[in-house]
């Protein structure tokens, strides 16, 4: 089945490795040209590397947090490939903690990381969408928009308010023929949710094994996702084949948010 990404230029943060990754990988092999970007070199050379097997590929370091890095890597990739006809905005999540664990300085990375990113990400490619008249722009945040996760107040808090950003921009960039969805994944297997895991258990005085079948019990699947799984749904939202569905949050989590 063709999508529609064949030739079709993808800008993704956050995408040398984890979910950022496995979206990279589905859009590439579908055709379309990638810029990728992520605050590691070695990280980033080693994904373009890969990536490079199925499509053309551009890489830029970039710390998601800094506004200056996000426009010096939208500028490197417009002047490689002249327009952006999609967006993925992803980042690290925000450090862990209970309220009373987080400083004054916890709060203004969290924000600047996970929320403001995502504000100056659209606010540079926008531009160019509106000029072309089409665009698919791709959020990740989290199941905890939907149901609090006690240990990761920061991501509750600010992916919240992304979710609400794609929602709001929906309603306002549907004329332009701009799409903006969000993916809330569960418990996908990456590095960051292994070191949950290892918090989790920590705190509880078990094995990280042990922590991993407590959370794969309470998933419908019994199981966690891999980056392949909910690198699909990625290109699919970013793709042409999507192209009535807008302002929408998919949940990518086996079926463990219960609520309608």
């Known amino acids: 089945m063709d999508i529609g990404l064949k030739g079709k230029v993808i800008l993704l943060s956050a995408s040398s490795k984890g979910i950022g990754y496995g979206i990279a990988e589905e859009v590439a092999k579908e055709g379309a040209l990638l810029s990728i970007a992520s605050r590691n070199e ?9 990536l490079s097997r199925y499509t053309d590929v551009t ?7 800094k506004l200056s890095d996000i426009q010096d890597w939208v500028k490197h990739s417009i002047s490689k490939y002249k327009t952006a006809d999609g967006l993925l905005i992803n980042a ?6 209970f309220f009373e664990d987080l400083t004054e300085e916890d709060w203004l990375s969290g924000y600047n990381l996970t929320l403001m990113s995502s504000v100056r990400m659209i606010r540079e490619v926008l531009p160019y969408m509106k000029k072309q008249g089409k665009g698919s722009i791709l959020t990740i945040t989290s199941t905890s928009i939907k149901e609090p996760i006690d240990v990761l107040l920061l991501s509750n808090v600010f992916r919240s308010g992304v979710s609400s950003l794609v929602k709001s921009l929906s309603l306002t960039l549907g004329k ?3 799409r903006v969805n969000n993916i809330a994944p569960g418990r996908i297997y990456t590095e960051r ?9 920590t705190n509880k005085g078990i094995s990280v ?12 699947l019994l199981r966690y996702g891999s980056i392949n799984e909910i690198g699909k749904v990625g290109a699919f939202l ?3 084949a999507s192209s009535y569905v807008t302002g929408a949050t998919i949940y990518v989590d086996g079926g463990k948010i219960r609520s309608l």
Do not use: C, H, T, W
């Not at 042990?210 to 019990?217: A, G």
């Open 42 to 50: 070695e990280d980033l050379k080693k994904a373009a590397e890969q």
């Open 59 to 65: 890489y830029f370091v970039m710390d998601a947090s």
């Open 92 to 97: 690290g999540g925000p450090k862990p903690g």
């Open 176 to 178: 332009y023929n701009i």
């Open 193 to 201: 949710v292994k070191s949950l895991d290892i918090i989790n258990a």
């Open 209 to 220: 094994d042990e922590q991993r079948r407590i959370e794969e019990s309470q998933i419908p």
């Open 238 to 240: 970013l793709s042409d």
